[in-house]
């Protein structure tokens, strides 16, 4: 299928949503959606997974009006009614290869066909199904899984009967909608990211609480994804371990991954931790959705702040987690409530605690913290850290003289459905090659919206603005005029570790100089014309007799 095709999928399903939610809130629609379009992928899934297990006992050739007597809608239905001694023993071997199951009347099949004959069992069904996948299907990767999916909201309906109709609705539409397309988990993976890019674009500030815009996503993807030590020989061969501690809907960690899978290389595993308990369900369908078994993912729902999760919390050093690759967008200046147990943390003691009114620099260095020797950090923050004093200055400095700040890149405004301001994003590492910093000013670089500012991807001629701040960040010149310079530290501590960009890659244009002896020759010389021309005027004038000027 075409990325064209593709879009396409997700604008079918997105127009759908947009049709049907009427006056429901766009972000409790979007859970039953994606809810509904991840069960249709594992169904498919599974299905075609039980094709290839059961072989030719496999009854999908069963005649329409013998599966309308039996009052079943999928060939798997029958096979388990003429098979019950046999179920307990398939379904072990189902769980050991595909590493779930789904029962047959909890199918997609059977609940899009309930759907499209108004069955007014379907809201029973699917609730009971939706249990089953959580606590049933296999041991870890779905519980919880629906946990904020309440089908039974007056937001569907004031009674039973309407909410019920309501969701035959909604599944009928978009089971007639998604029919044409490849069930492929590229396709429902991208249509996936195209939904929760609208429903973010239509949340606002809500929508920073889980999603990355694509275009930014991209930059720290690619960033990551580069020789830590030499970016310009291109992409590392393989990443094992990818960090993303706050990760919402989980598609900056499916970035770099895709970047990776994408040049030849391989991830290990990757690693995201949320705090939302919606957007951290958002973020295990969405790797799931994407054709990852859940062997080659681990999200955690905790607070990242107070490291609540006991992978990230081994007091042992030489049994520390160290990541490859780390990215991060989290919330901006979030107030926390730093004490001094916090201050004694592993992950601050050296730097000190952000203070209460910014958490920015305590998800810094709690990135920083399990950042391996030779990965890379990419983290998306106000501009703020940059320049504030007290505290962050504390930090920021100690960062500095350590060697640790590789670039500084600043974006446009108006990049971000949850703010106007312009971010920046800024690259660490441990153990860096070079001893200066490389500041990149982008902020003049971009496409402007009615709604949203855009980084130009080269499309019909237009810069590239996304390839430029990639390709400085990758060759890391020593100067582009009014874009890019690399500083050294002498400056920048002439400058109080001060990190403004604007200080170091200024985007101004420099005054034209003025040279007032040559201006003040050609205004003579103009003053002399004027007179000999009035001159040569007021002689013919006084020959025809009139006044002269």
Same mark, same amino acid.
């Given at each position: 299928?075409?990325?064209?095709?593709?879009?396409?999928?997700?604008?079918?399903?997105?127009?759908?949503?947009?049709?049907?939610?009427?006056?429901?809130?766009?972000?409790?629609?979007?859970?039953?959606?994606?809810?509904?379009?991840?069960?249709?992928?594992?169904?498919?899934?599974?299905?075609?997974?039980?094709?290839?297990?059961?072989?030719?006992?496999?009854?999908?050739?069963?005649?329409?009006?013998?599966?309308?007597?039996?009052?079943?809608?999928?060939?798997?239905?029958?096979?388990?009614?003429?098979?019950?001694?046999?179920?307990?023993?398939?379904?072990?071997?189902?769980?050991?290869?595909?590493?779930?199951?789904?029962?047959?009347?909890?199918?997609?099949?059977?609940?899009?066909?309930?759907?499209?004959?108004?069955?007014?069992?379907?809201?029973?069904?699917?609730?009971?199904?939706?249990?089953?996948?959580?606590?049933?299907?296999?041991?870890?990767?779905?519980?919880?899984?629906?946990?904020?999916?309440?089908?039974?909201?007056?937001?569907?309906?004031?009674?039973?009967?309407?909410?019920?109709?309501?969701?035959?609705?909604?599944?009928q539409k978009i089971a007639e909608g998604i029919a044409e397309f490849s069930a492929d988990s590229?396709?429902?993976?991208?249509?996936?990211?195209?939904?929760?890019?609208?429903?973010?674009?239509?949340?606002?500030?809500?929508?920073?609480?889980?999603?990355?815009?694509?275009?930014?996503?991209?930059?720290?993807?690619?960033?990551?994804?580069?020789?830590?030590?030499e970016p310009k020989t291109g992409k590392k061969g393989k990443l094992d371990k990818v960090l993303?501690?706050?990760?919402?809907?989980?598609?900056?960690?499916?970035?770099?991954?895709?970047?990776?899978?994408?040049?030849?290389?391989?991830?290990?595993?990757?690693?995201?931790?949320?705090?939302?308990?919606?957007?951290?369900?958002?973020?295990?369908?969405?790797?799931?959705?994407?054709?990852?078994?859940?062997?080659?993912?681990?999200?955690?729902?905790?607070?990242?702040?107070?490291?609540?999760?006991?992978?990230?919390?081994?007091?042992?050093?030489?049994?520390?987690?160290?990541?490859?690759?780390?990215?991060?967008?989290?919330?901006?200046?979030?107030?926390?409530?730093?004490?001094?147990?916090?201050?004694?943390?592993?992950?601050?003691?050296?730097?000190?605690?952000?203070?209460?009114?910014?958490?920015?620099?305590?998800?810094?260095?709690?990135?920083?913290?399990?950042?391996?020797?030779?990965?890379?950090?990419?983290?998306?923050?106000?501009?703020?850290?940059?320049?504030?004093?007290?505290?962050?200055?504390?930090?920021?400095?100690?960062?500095?003289?350590?060697?640790?700040?590789?670039?500084? @890149?600043? #974006?446009? !405004?108006?990049?971000?459905?949850? &703010?106007? =301001?312009?971010? %920046? *994003?800024?690259?660490?590492?441990?153990?860096?090659?070079?001893?200066?910093?490389?500041?990149?000013?982008?902020?003049?670089?971009?496409?402007?919206?009615?709604?949203?500012?855009?980084?130009?991807?080269?499309?019909?001629?237009?810069?590239?603005?996304?390839?430029?701040?990639?390709?400085?960040?990758?060759?890391?010149?020593?100067?582009?005029?009014?874009?890019?310079?690399?500083?050294?530290?002498?400056?920048?501590?002439?400058?109080?570790?001060?990190?403004?960009?604007?200080?170091?890659?200024?985007?101004?244009?420099?005054?034209?100089? @003025?040279? #007032?002896? !040559?201006?003040?020759?050609?205004? &003579?010389? =103009?003053?002399? %014309? *004027?007179?000999?021309?009035?001159?040569?005027?007021?002689?013919?004038?006084?020959?025809?007799?009139?006044?002269?000027?």
């Amino acid at each position: 299928m075409t990325l064209k095709d593709q879009k396409q999928l997700g604008k079918t399903l997105w127009d759908i949503a947009d049709n049907l939610r009427g006056a429901m809130n766009a972000d409790d629609f979007r859970d039953y959606m994606l809810s509904f379009l991840f069960l249709r992928y594992l169904s498919y899934n599974y299905e075609e997974a039980t094709k290839k297990e059961l072989g030719k006992d496999y009854p999908d050739d069963t005649p329409a009006d013998v599966m309308n007597s039996l009052k079943v809608n999928s060939p798997l239905q029958i096979w388990y009614l003429e098979n019950k001694d046999e179920v307990i023993e398939f379904e072990k071997q189902m769980r050991r290869k595909v590493h779930y199951v789904i029962e047959p009347n909890h199918l997609w099949s059977n609940i899009s066909e309930m759907a499209r004959t108004q069955n007014a069992e379907l809201l029973v069904t699917l609730e009971s199904g939706f249990r089953y996948i959580e606590n049933e299907s296999f041991e870890s990767a779905f519980q919880g899984l629906f946990s904020e999916i309440n089908l039974n909201s007056e937001k569907l309906g004031k009674t039973s009967v309407e909410r019920n109709k309501k969701l035959c609705t909604i599944i009928q539409k978009i089971a007639e909608g998604i029919a044409e397309f490849s069930a492929d988990s590229d396709t429902l993976g991208d249509a996936y990211e195209y939904l929760i890019g609208e429903f973010a674009a239509g949340s606002g500030k809500k929508a920073g609480e889980f999603y990355t815009p694509q275009q930014i996503s991209t930059i720290l993807s690619e960033i990551v994804t580069l020789d830590s030590q030499e970016p310009k020989t291109g992409k590392k061969g393989k990443l094992d371990k990818v960090l993303d501690m706050a990760c919402g809907s989980g598609s900056l960690l499916l970035n770099v991954r895709k970047r990776i899978k994408d040049s030849g290389g391989s991830v290990g595993k990757i690693y995201g931790q949320e705090k939302n308990i919606t957007t951290y369900n958002l973020a295990r369908m969405n790797m799931l959705l994407h054709g990852m078994k859940d062997t080659e993912f681990e999200i955690f729902h905790g607070d990242t702040l107070e490291n609540s999760w006991p992978l990230l919390n081994e007091m042992n050093p030489s049994k520390k987690i160290e990541f490859d690759a780390i990215v991060a967008n989290p919330p901006f200046s979030l107030r926390w409530e730093p004490n001094d147990t916090l201050a004694e943390d592993f992950r601050f003691k050296s730097y000190g605690l952000a203070p209460k009114s910014a958490a920015d620099f305590a998800f810094l260095l709690h990135g920083f913290h399990f950042l391996g020797k030779e990965g890379t950090m990419a983290i998306i923050l106000p501009h703020g850290v940059l320049f504030r004093g007290g505290a962050e200055e504390r930090i920021r400095t100690k960062l500095l003289k350590d060697n640790h700040v590789d670039t500084v @890149i600043g #974006l446009p !405004s108006n990049l971000f459905y949850s &703010t106007g =301001i312009p971010v %920046s *994003i800024l690259v660490l590492k441990k153990c860096k090659k070079h001893d200066d910093v490389l500041f990149i000013n982008a902020s003049e670089h971009y496409e402007k919206g009615k709604r949203q500012n855009k980084l130009r991807e080269g499309e019909e001629g237009e810069p590239n603005d996304i390839q430029k701040i990639v390709d400085t960040y990758k060759y890391r010149p020593d100067n582009v005029p009014r874009y890019a310079r690399r500083v050294s530290m002498d400056e920048i501590e002439k400058n109080g570790y001060n990190l403004n960009i604007s200080r170091y890659v200024s985007t101004s244009v420099d005054e034209i100089q @003025i040279d #007032l002896n !040559s201006v003040n020759q050609k205004l &003579t010389l =103009i003053n002399e %014309s *004027i007179k000999i021309n009035t001159d040569k005027h007021n002689a013919f004038l006084k020959e025809l007799g009139l006044k002269t000027i």
